[in-house]
């Protein structure tokens, strides 16, 4: 792992974004940890992970004109990264976010931020089985606006509605990336060295899990 996704990690369990137990996810899944982004929750968790998010941009080296952070958790992490990106790497990038239900009055719409003209890339937290990125990029198509990729923090490397993963699967339809900071395997490794965590029985309900819906590594 690099010294980010260490970071990244680290900092996902001192806010206690990075759970074990036993959850249910949007795809109808039952997951013995989960990732809950909505608990970076503080000024320097969010400068931190707009850090994360914008080294991961720069190293990918994706071509972009204008970031997209999907409501809700998106928002905030696309508006981190997008500071990031001008404070740290000297770019000024335009950014945009959607609202989950149209507004009806005053500008109306469910986009806010930047026109989506050009090239998007999504800023997302988690992807399981992808449908949350897939109707974002029907929302960049309707605009006019070509998908570009997706960086999200966590890539749970699971089967999307086939046998390949979600991941694959964006990324043979729609022709982009998608970029993570860590995967589940990162996970399992952080398990793996955490004795208390392995004794707890996390590591076998992890890997049991991977057996029913995990695919191979794809980060
Ligand atoms: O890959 P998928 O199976 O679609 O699942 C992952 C998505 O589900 C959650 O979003 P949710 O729609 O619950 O919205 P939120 O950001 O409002 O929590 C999460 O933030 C991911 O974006
Ligand atoms: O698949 C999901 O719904 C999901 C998984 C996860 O780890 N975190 C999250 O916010 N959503």
């Given at each position: 792992m690099k010294r980010y996704q260490e970071d990244f990690i680290a900092l996902a369990r001192e806010h206690n974004v990075l759970k074990f137990g036993e959850f249910t996810l949007k795809s109808g899944r039952t997951s013995p940890y989960f990732f809950n982004a909505g608990a970076f929750a503080t000024g320097a968790a969010l400068a931190a992970l707009g850090r994360y998010y914008a080294q991961c941009i720069?190293?990918?080296?994706?071509?972009?004109?204008?970031?997209?952070?999907?409501?809700?958790?998106?928002?905030?992490?696309?508006?981190?990264?997008?500071?990031?990106?001008?404070d740290h790497h000297g770019r000024d990038v335009p950014f945009a976010y959607n609202r989950k239900e149209a507004k009806a009055h005053g500008e109306g719409g469910v986009l806010v931020g930047a026109p989506l003209d050009g090239r998007v890339l999504v800023i997302d937290d988690v992807m399981t089985a992808g449908t949350a990125v897939t109707e974002v990029i029907g929302l960049i198509e309707q605009s006019g606006a070509r998908f570009a990729g997706v960086v999200i923090g966590l890539d749970r490397q699971e089967r999307g509605q086939g046998v390949l993963s979600a991941v694959q699967e964006i990324e043979l339809t729609h022709g982009a990336p998608v970029i993570s900071l860590i995967g589940m395997s990162d996970i399992i490794e952080y398990v793996e060295q955490d004795g208390d965590l392995a004794q707890d029985g996390v590591l076998a309900a992890m890997r049991n899990y991977r057996t029913k819906y995990g695919v191979q590594c794809t980060n």
């Open positions: 720069v190293e990918a080296g994706v071509e972009f004109d204008v970031l997209l952070g999907p409501a809700y958790k998106g928002i905030p992490l696309a508006t981190a990264t997008a500071i990031a990106l001008s």
